[in-house]
């Protein structure tokens, strides 16, 4: 029997994006998507794929930035992704960044390292979105107290079906003049935290560019000791538990093969490329996320780089006979970019940008496969 068209998932009053982007991200995560027809695509039988161990009904996962807490997480895996992340949680609460936190960043081809100095132009208008699929958002990784997301972490994970499962992102918080001692054993601690609570997958979110309060907490991922010793002693106490950390821009191949090497075999999988780090400004030149000049550029814009980053990756696995595998993500917004990411050498594929304008993706990639 044939699979019915996406769009007879989509109420014509749908807007843009399920995630409103004019509201505070507290609001927005205690509201759920905005999915105006309540409905949602038949979830395959067969599991086709694997990642991790895991046979998976979809090669796409959801990245950790677009699903927070139960309601999002069961949306997602409503929509037949394979793997969900659980926004990026810490063992202390923190608000979000001064809203805005989103704004669709006007660039018609994507970026490449000789235009990481340049200056990008946005706007608050959705409309913008189909045209250029790029956008920037700046959140600084919020997080409700730890007593609250460890007590619902369990519950999401009876949100996954068969054919799918929850992963879990944390961070460090690091106060100025803090050392990566003290990032260490906040990292442990918010990942022990999470592994008792349920998450079926650990990641190590090293690379947010979006901190407003220490600089330090984005740039982990370039730290070979930290990476080490974080992933060592978290094996150490939960084997079974597969776990890896995200990255962001390394300079080189030579910078990211160091950092991957120290990994080593307690390195169960990469997660990459985050945002890019770029000045982005409104039409007049004026902040268009308020005090944050410099934010996180995601969706197609990133393809070029995200590309690179994974084809790196890819190499130095093979080169250095190391087992991790890879989750490519950065700049897919459609179909098509799914299998480029893939042939480059991804083993999964995650989306953020583009789980917020189009939920359906995974089950057109389905589609696109018939």
């Known amino acids: 029997m044939p699979l019915p068209d996406p769009k007879s998932f989509v109420a014509k009053n749908q807007p843009v994006f399920v995630y409103d982007i004019r509201k505070p991200w507290e ?139 929850l992963g879990c992102s944390v961070t460090a918080t690091l106060h100025q003049g803090a050392t990566m001692t003290d990032a260490a054993l906040d990292l442990l601690m918010a990942g022990t935290a999470a592994a008792i609570s349920g998450a079926q997958v650990l990641e190590f979110n090293l690379a947010c560019p979006n901190v407003t309060e220490n600089a330090v907490e984005g740039e982990m991922f370039q730290d070979d000791k930290l990476v080490a010793y974080i992933l060592a002693e978290f094996k150490k106490r939960f084997p ?64 070029t780089i995200a590309l690179e980053a994974i084809k790196w990756a890819s190499e130095i696995r093979k080169e250095e006979g190391l087992k991790y595998e890879i989750l490519g993500g950065g700049g897919i917004v459609e179909v098509k970019d799914v299998d480029r990411y893939l042939e480059a050498g991804a083993d999964m594929v995650q989306i953020a940008a583009a789980a917020l304008a189009d939920p359906l993706l995974a089950y057109k990639y389905r589609l696109f496969l018939w």
Request: charged content about 25%; hydrophobic content about 35%; glycine content about 10%.
């Open 27 to 165: 609001q927005v995560v205690k509201n759920g998507p905005i999915w105006k027809s309540g409905k949602f695509p038949p979830l395959p039988s067969e599991k086709k794929y694997k990642f991790l161990g895991q046979k998976l009904i979809s090669p796409i996962a959801i990245s950790a930035g677009p699903a927070s807490t139960k309601i999002w997480t069961d949306f997602y895996f409503k929509m037949g992704f394979g793997l969900v992340f659980e926004k990026t949680r810490r063992t202390i609460p923190r608000k979000s960044n001064t809203l805005p936190n989103i704004a669709i960043v006007h660039v018609d081809v994507p970026i490449t390292r000789k235009d990481l100095d340049e200056k990008l132009t946005a706007s608050m208008n959705e409309a913008d979105w189909p045209k250029y699929k790029s956008m920037t958002n700046s959140f600084g990784n919020p997080s409700p107290a730890m007593e609250v997301w460890t007590k619902e972490l369990g519950e999401q994970t009876k949100g996954a079906g068969d054919g799918q499962f």
């Open 240 to 303: 079974q538990i597969p776990c890896g950390f995200k990255f962001g821009l390394y300079k080189s191949k030579e910078q990211m093969k160091k950092v991957f090497m120290a990994g080593g075999d307690n390195l169960d999988y990469v997660s990459g490329i985050n945002a890019i780090a770029m000045t982005v400004l409104g039409g007049k030149g004026e902040e268009i996320l308020p005090g944050r000049k410099t934010s996180g550029v995601c969706g197609r814009a990133d393809q």
